[in-house]
């Protein structure tokens, strides 16, 4: 198993999505989370694998889930 730490540059790319610094920037002011009651993997933007994709990370503590909750603290900014 892999357990090299991921970024979340490559956490985007995983999820296919643009994934240099800029492009991450942009889909975190795009996509904002307002309220702290959204959890992560229930957000309207993901796709079906996407959200389980993050889903699965948060719950199993992937080597993922670094990177996941910083997503998570980023969008609830």
Do not use: Y
């Not at 889909?27 to 989370?33: G, N, P, Q, V």
């Not at 889903?55 to 992937?62: C, P």
């Amino acid at each position: 198993m892999d357990r090299s730490l991921h970024s979340i540059n490559t956490l985007f790319a995983q999820l296919g999505l643009p994934s240099q610094d800029h492009e991450v920037d942009q889909f975190i002011r795009t996509h904002t989370l307002f309220s702290k009651g959204i959890r992560l993997d229930e957000a309207s933007f993901w796709t079906p694998s996407q959200a389980s994709f993050i889903k699965e990370s948060l719950d199993f503590d992937s080597d993922w889930s670094e990177a996941v909750d910083e997503l998570n603290t980023r969008l609830h900014a």
